[in-house]
């Protein structure tokens, strides 16, 4: 069979199947089987096998079903990085590049006011480094925590930018685990070190420069009216954030003072209407320099804060 004939056959299937950009997912699918570029797709007269046909029949039912697109192929692009992804991990959405963007900004400007009021002989203090967590070397003197790392897209690409910084991801979940640690031998990133615990639990005393989280913020009543994709295929402990969304804010703001250095900064991806109940519950935590970066939208989707000790 002819690749463009496929490609027809493709579309409509996903057409009736209900899928709305079925045109681009068709295109989408029959790149990916046959590893070949858009401009090959229709440029060439390609001749595919009974078996590759029947290959991509199989995706085409999947994704029918409504499975996303991202597990059907099993990855996505993250900040440049192609990330694995499958039943058991969240996928990595665009408007968390927000947060990566903001991280790297409020790190940037963390080493200048941290490396100027050392040189001044300030006395700002940073605590001697209590390792408990292992793989960190004398060389790598900025530590950044990502909490429910999933498939470690965040920390791995901020270990990506920051090349001398170490990346530590924790998430309850096994299977994200191992996702994310595959992520990063795949991606060739070496200064990430993934874990399995509950929030804070596997730290010990490691204090860090700045804690960053995508945590779950979906309120548990909302679930039942997710779409699809996303309420029968990823895992409901991704985006699961209590009654009110707020569960895991309420506990990283509170715990997170304990496991900051000197000037540490919290880095948060918010819902869209979270904004002023997050401000306030870190205010009341003694939080300052709170600002939020928004996205194209303008809505406040990134908080950005520090604990005033
Ligand atoms: C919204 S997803 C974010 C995944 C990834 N950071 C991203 O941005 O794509 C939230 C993650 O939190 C994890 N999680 C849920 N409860 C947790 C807990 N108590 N401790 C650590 N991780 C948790 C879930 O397994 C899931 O991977």
Redesign the pocket.
Known sequence: MNVMEKLIEVSRFLKNGGIEDSAKEAEILITETLQISKTRLYSSDLEISEDISKNIDSLIIRRAKREPLQYVIGHVE?CGLR?NVGRG?????PE?EL?VKEALKTVASYRLQTTSSKKQGSELRTPPPKVSLPLVTPCSPLKIL??????????IALARYLPDAMVY?????E??ISYSIKNSFDNGIKNVYFVV???F?PVGDTRFDCIV?????ISRLKIPYLQKEIKDYE?V????GGEDGLY?YR?IIKEAPEYLKERGHVVL?IGHDQADDVEKMAREAGFGDIRFAKDYAGIRRVFIGRPRK
């Open positions: 993250f990330i991990v969240l996928i990595p959405r968390t947060l990502d909490l429910c790392t999933g498939s470690g897209c965040i920390a991801g924790v998430d309850k979940s299977t994200a615990g509950d929030l639990g989280s995508n945590p779950p913020y895992p402990d991704a985006f699961d895991f506990r991806e």
